[in-house]
């Protein structure tokens, strides 16, 4: 019943350009208005922006620890996901999808509408989806069928958190999806919140080891002048 009550919103929604915004959770109907100002197709049948496979690979080869990192995470905590036929999806801070692993069924259906590998699943590129929204905002939001504002996202329901690096900086998204309904989305959103800090924490450590790495380089180097700098890259003091 509600979803088709959430159906009736889109239909009415772009026919008319008319919302009654109180139907709907706020960030739903932001995230429409966003994309009827960004003129995103409502009926586009699949995705139609993505990357050239080269681009695809470099990205993936200077991803790699963070792909490595949440392969292992979800491995790790799959069993807090109750989520039936999931389909894990991670992207770039750019929204390019960088790396899938889940069930045949859903990732078939993905195919169909070109959500792959490679592929850009952004707000402007294929209307309202919980990527876009998530890396737009910083927010872990979940979008259900009909909430999706382009058609080719209408039978999934999915759900994404933001990853941040060791300076807070988002680098990528973290997203699960599904053909099937789920009632505990506040459960699968820290499952996945809970992953993306994992994460943080581990790429933290790595660029801290970094750092540590490229000061000692540094020393090693002959100098007739050195410079103090802090933690936060501002430099402290010059020496004579």
Same mark, same amino acid.
């Given at each position: 019943m509600e979803r088709l009550k959430t159906k009736d919103l889109w239909c009415s929604y772009v026919q008319s350009n008319e919302l009654n915004e109180k139907l709907l959770p706020e960030y739903i109907a932001e995230s429409w208005?966003?994309?009827?100002?960004?003129?995103?197709?409502?009926?586009?049948?699949?995705?139609? &922006?993505?990357?050239?496979?080269?681009?695809?690979?470099?990205?993936?080869? &200077?991803?790699?620890f963070l792909i490595r990192t949440? %392969?292992?995470?979800?491995?790790?905590?799959?069993?807090?996901?109750y989520i039936k036929k999931p389909l894990f999806i991670l992207t770039d801070n750019?929204?390019?999808?960088?790396?899938?692993?889940?069930?045949?069924?859903?990732r078939h259906l993905a195919n169909d509408i070109h959500f792959s590998e490679g592929s850009v699943w952004t707000e402007k590129a294929v209307g309202t989806n919980a990527i876009g929204i998530a890396l737009r905002t910083l927010e872990s939001v979940t979008v259900e069928k009909f909430q999706h504002f382009s058609e080719a996202s209408h039978p999934f329901t999915c759900s994404s958190t933001p990853i941040l690096d060791g300076n807070n900086q988002v680098?990528?998204?973290l997203n699960v999806s599904t053909m099937e309904s789920f009632?505990?989305?506040?459960?699968?959103l820290f499952a996945l919140k809970m992953i993306a800090k994992n994460v943080q924490h581990k790429i933290a450590e790595k660029q801290l080891i970094?750092?540590?790495? %490229?000061?000692?380089e540094v020393l090693? %180097?002959?100098?007739?002048?050195?410079?103090?700098?802090?933690?936060?890259?501002?430099?402290?003091?010059?020496?004579?």
């Amino acid at each position: 019943m509600e979803r088709l009550k959430t159906k009736d919103l889109w239909c009415s929604y772009v026919q008319s350009n008319e919302l009654n915004e109180k139907l709907l959770p706020e960030y739903i109907a932001e995230s429409w208005e966003y994309c009827m100002k960004h003129s995103v197709n409502p009926y586009s049948k699949q995705g139609i &922006e993505r990357i050239s496979e080269f681009d695809l690979q470099i990205k993936k080869d &200077e991803l790699s620890f963070l792909i490595r990192t949440v %392969q292992n995470e979800i491995r790790r905590l799959n069993e807090f996901f109750y989520i039936k036929k999931p389909l894990f999806i991670l992207t770039d801070n750019k929204g390019v999808v960088l790396w899938r692993e889940g069930h045949h069924e859903t990732r078939h259906l993905a195919n169909d509408i070109h959500f792959s590998e490679g592929s850009v699943w952004t707000e402007k590129a294929v209307g309202t989806n919980a990527i876009g929204i998530a890396l737009r905002t910083l927010e872990s939001v979940t979008v259900e069928k009909f909430q999706h504002f382009s058609e080719a996202s209408h039978p999934f329901t999915c759900s994404s958190t933001p990853i941040l690096d060791g300076n807070n900086q988002v680098i990528a998204c973290l997203n699960v999806s599904t053909m099937e309904s789920f009632s505990e989305t506040n459960y699968t959103l820290f499952a996945l919140k809970m992953i993306a800090k994992n994460v943080q924490h581990k790429i933290a450590e790595k660029q801290l080891i970094e750092k540590k790495e %490229q000061f000692l380089e540094v020393l090693n %180097q002959p100098f007739e002048q050195s410079v103090l700098v802090g933690l936060d890259g501002k430099i402290l003091s010059v020496s004579d």
